[in-house]
């Protein structure tokens, strides 16, 4: 098996990335001079599965990478290198995993050399447990955006769930004899919205402005929503002028 094939390498050092799920010991126990992760994020905070999705839907300001060693319990390792960097106000998570994770790989070449001699293991610093906060897997059922919350709220949770599993929005469209049909719209790209609806959309909750084209979503605490990318059922993701375009007189309201 795959454990037995890694202790006939006996290897010096194991590195993971992105692994999120928990190594057993008979692995942990193989490399001389033990595993290495990368985990996006300064620990001891957002231990877990997703870390830089949490972050983001928290609105955080300043995020980082830490090189831990890997024991038993999810990312309680000590820390051999740690960098913080600022967050984008309107990075998504794929963007930021990037540059977490190019920042982490050049930590770890840095430190390489002190963790093949043995030298890390006394450089390395414990973990305060008692800082520590979670960061737990994502679900599917999530991404359902409550237009409720404040625009902010929202913003941040778009970008955050960027990718998988994205953000969904349920809306109704309504045809000129008053007939109503749901429609959940994948929301891909947003920005809190600097404009306030105009009065005569304050009912529908929503408007389409041009020049750029976007589509202005009334949010709790008087706030907008301005969404500038979406994907209806079955199409590609669009603009918000391409998908009026195809309403064909109907109008689209939110939910009371």
């Known amino acids: 098996d795959f454990l037995a094939a890694l202790e006939d390498l006996?290897?010096?050092?194991?590195?993971?990335?992105?692994?999120?799920n928990f190594l057993p010991q008979r692995f942990l126990d193989i490399p001389a001079h033990g595993t290495l992760n990368i985990h996006p994020s300064l620990l001891p905070l957002y231990?877990?599965?997703?870390?830089?999705?949490?972050?983001?839907?928290?609105?955080?300001?300043?995020?980082?990478?830490?090189?831990a060693y890997t024991v038993l319990d999810m990312d309680a390792g000590p820390v051999l290198a740690a960098e913080e960097l600022a967050v984008p106000p309107d990075a998504t998570a794929p963007e930021l995993l990037d540059t977490l994770f190019a920042s982490g790989t050049r930590l770890l070449m840095a430190r390489l050399p002190e963790a093949l001699d043995g030298r890390a293991r006394l450089l390395a610093r414990p973990q305060d447990a008692a800082a520590a906060s979670q960061a737990p897997k994502i679900s599917q059922e999530e991404s359902l955006l409550d237009f409720s919350e404040a625009a902010e709220q929202l913003h941040n949770k778009v970008r955050a769930f960027a990718g998988w599993?994205?953000?969904?929005?349920?809306?109704?469209?309504?045809?000129?004899?008053g007939s109503e049909e749901e429609v959940e719209l994948k929301i891909v790209e947003t920005r809190v919205g600097t404009e306030p609806l105009d009065p005569d959309h304050s009912a529908a909750r929503v408007q389409l402005k041009k020049k750029p084209a976007r589509l202005l979503v009334a949010c709790g605490g008087g706030g907008v929503l301005e969404v500038r990318q979406l994907q209806p059922p079955t199409k590609k993701a669009m603009d918000p002028q391409s998908y009026f375009n195809g309403l064909r007189g109907r109008r689209l309201v939110l939910p009371p």
Do not use: H, I, M, N
């Open 165 to 177: 599993p994205g953000t969904r929005g349920a809306f109704r469209l309504v045809a000129g004899d």
């Open 47 to 67: 231990r877990g599965a997703a870390p830089v999705q949490r972050a983001l839907e928290a609105g955080e300001k300043t995020t980082g990478v830490s090189v």
């Open 10 to 20: 006996q290897p010096d050092l194991c590195v993971t990335a992105a692994y999120g």
